[in-house]
């Protein structure tokens, strides 16, 4: 059986890929793209009958911190954490080890690592799957991390290449032999004709203990900042230093830090939908579509127009389209992005390009 289990969700990203809904004050995991909630606090809610409020940590940008916190009211507000700046995911998770270690007094304790801003269905499936992760975690002292069988072979997604089944588990899980980072399409195409890959959710569930001993080995400095995040948690020490020491680490992902090296990685095909809601284009797995294959969520009317995505808000506004073939149009009252489908992979260029002129700094 294992230890406490604690859920950390990682919230510190802006979303850059869907801008102009997404701003450096409004990012992706507090916006209200399906259903009424905010991304963030449907994942929290997902959590229900598997984690307590009390051992749901969230961490996210310093700048997001109290929006958060009056968002999550149900979340004891010293676990709602700010980082101090933005370096990827592998800090983020050094910081939340160690502040599990200290609220869970052992390493022990069970970590489920989530990002906010998935689209997840069956949630019930989704915690029958956690809680078969969390068993074999403890039992065999390794990291799980949760598969998407791929329907498509997407450039848009990691790839885990599964070996053979873990004996007792009744074929549910598998070895993971390697990470395979974002192909390229041809690349994708082969992974996907072998039979043997699923897509990676970014979702991992470790203990204490194991994740510190992988970063001792592969990680040293972000082992060090953990175990000193767990010795000064909750004292005036670790808010004055934790500044200085997190905006000092290396800017890394967790699978580059960890995951691609790490030993004893286990992996168990997901019995839910899911969905990584990476850019616009994704809009197309969630909305109907019209006669002519376009997404409309705005008022719009459009005049031979096929496979196009149409977004915005604001109701008063409306989108007229004419003689459109797979277009991307994003309405917000200050900014409308005009683009083909197929280079919304351009918008981050194109947000460096507006950050570079002082007076188009306030459209980021």
């Not at 979303?15 to 909630?37: I, S, T, V, Y």
């Not at 709602?80 to 200290?102: M, N, Q, S, W, Y």
């Not at 001993?213 to 808010?239: N, V």
């Not at 200085?244 to 990685?265: C, N, P, T, V, W």
Request: aromatic letters at 8%.
């Amino acid at each position: 059986m294992p230890g406490e289990i604690y859920a950390v969700i990682m919230a510190g990203g802006r979303g850059e890929r869907f801008w102009p809904e997404c701003r450096a004050d409004r990012p992706k995991q507090l916006l209200r793209l399906f259903g009424n909630a905010p991304l963030i606090e449907q994942t929290v809610l997902r959590l229900q009958g598997l984690v307590p409020f009390q051992n749901i940590l969230i961490i996210t940008n310093e700048v997001y911190l109290e929006r958060i916190r009056t968002l999550l009211p149900q979340i004891p507000a010293e676990n709602v954490i700010g980082e101090p700046c933005a370096r990827d995911t592998a800090p983020c998770v050094a910081l939340a080890a160690g502040i599990v270690k200290a609220k869970a007094g052992s390493e022990d304790a069970v970590m489920i690592l989530l990002p906010a801003d998935h689209f997840i269905l069956r949630q019930q499936a989704m915690i029958s799957d956690l809680k078969t992760c969390a068993d074999a975690v403890a039992e065999c002292h390794a990291i799980a991390t949760i598969g998407i069988a791929p329907y498509a072979p997407s450039p848009n997604y990691g790839y885990i290449e599964c070996g053979e089944p873990l004996e007792h588990s009744g074929g549910k899980l598998f070895r993971v032999r390697r990470f395979t980072e974002k192909p390229a399409r041809e690349e994708a195409e082969r992974l996907l004709a072998e039979g043997n890959y699923k897509w990676n959710s970014g979702m991992f569930v470790f203990s204490v203990r194991t994740i510190l001993e992988e970063m001792r080995i592969q990680a040293p400095d972000l082992s060090a900042f953990a175990e000193d995040a767990a010795q000064h948690w909750q004292t005036e020490k670790f808010s004055a230093e934790r500044m200085e020491k997190f905006s000092a680490l290396r800017k890394i992902s967790f699978d580059y830090a960890i995951m691609e090296h790490a030993s004893g990685i286990l992996m168990l095909e997901a019995g839910f939908d899911w969905d990584d809601i990476g850019n616009w284009t994704t809009l197309r797995n969630h909305y109907g579509t019209d006669g002519d294959n376009n997404v409309i969520h705005a008022s719009a009317e459009l005049l031979d127009c096929k496979d196009c995505i149409i977004f915005s808000e604001d109701t008063d506004r409306l989108i007229a389209g004419i003689d459109l073939r797979e277009m991307v149009v994003i309405q917000t009252p200050d900014v409308t992005l005009v683009a083909p489908a197929s280079s919304t992979q351009k918008i981050k260029q194109l947000l460096k390009k507006l950050s570079a002129k002082e007076e188009k700094q306030k459209y980021l």
